[in-house]
Structure formats: structure tokens, C-alpha cells
Nanobody, 126 residues
Framework: QVQLVESGGGLVQAGGSLRLSCAASGRTISSYAVGWFRQVLGKEREFAAGISWSGGSTYYTNSVKGRFTISRDNAKNTVYLQMNSLKPEDTAVYYC???????????????????WGQGTQVTVSS
């Protein structure tokens, strides 16, 4: 069983930066794909960024491309989401999730992920 804990959320002004961390415990996630999803209250959860199980491929939704960077540190069993040039529309609860799918690209659908964290709130003020 894998437990995921997100941290690093908070309140930031537009144009600012935050780095989210997703720390795993229970077992190593070095062979898992990891995704970051976000959800605004009353809306569906959406995929934001993902990294493949090998770390060789990353994928971003169009609205965050060029601003967000996902990376992993297998020695720390942690995945990060660096978020720069934040916009008010990035405000959401951010969840990390781990998937056992060993595909070239990270899965994009939340149903393809096996383990989820509890989420961390990111609020971007204008």
C-alpha cells in the first residue's frame, strides 16, 4: 500500500511561485507514474501534469505548459510540482496520485491512478 502526502500549498500573488511536494511512504514509487490533478469546488477534477514511471516522459495540460514543471527524486520517494507565473485560475486543491501503469507517457485519466493524496490548497490572488 502506498500513502501519498502533499505539501507546499498556500496563498500567493499572481505571478508568484510555489513548489508542491508529494511524499510517498509504504513502498517506493520509483516504478510508478505520478500525476498532479487539481479541482475547483463544484467542478470536475482535472489533470495538470504527470511524469512517467521511468521519469523519461512528462506531460502537461495546455493551460500550465511552460509554467509548471514536474520532477521526481526517487532517493527521497518524492515528486515535485514547481509552479511559476501563477494565475488566479490556477487556484484549486491539488492532488498527487500514483499509477502502476508502465506506459511511455503518464496516464491522463484519474481512473488510471491507484493511490491518491489528501490534497493541498493553492490560492492565487489577483
Amino acid at each position: 500500500q502506498v500513502q501519498l502526502v502533499e505539501s507546499g500549498g498556500g496563498l500567493v500573488q499572481a505571478g508568484g511561485s510555489l513548489r508542491l511536494s508529494c511524499a510517498a511512504s509504504g513502498r517506493t514509487i520509483s516504478s510508478y507514474a505520478v500525476g498532479w490533478f487539481r479541482q475547483v469546488l463544484g467542478k470536475e477534477r482535472e489533470f495538470a501534469a504527470g511524469i512517467s514511471w521511468s521519469g523519461g516522459s512528462t506531460y502537461y495540460t495546455n493551460s500550465v505548459k511552460g509554467r509548471f514543471t514536474i520532477s521526481r527524486d526517487n532517493a527521497k520517494n518524492t515528486v515535485y510540482l514547481q509552479m511559476n507565473s501563477l494565475k488566479p485560475e490556477d487556484t484549486a486543491v491539488y492532488y498527487c496520485a500514483a499509477s502502476t501503469m508502465a506506459t511511455m507517457l503518464p496516464p491522463l485519466r484519474d481512473q488510471d491512478y491507484n493511490y491518491w493524496g489528501q490534497g493541498t490548497q493553492v490560492t492565487v490572488s489577483s
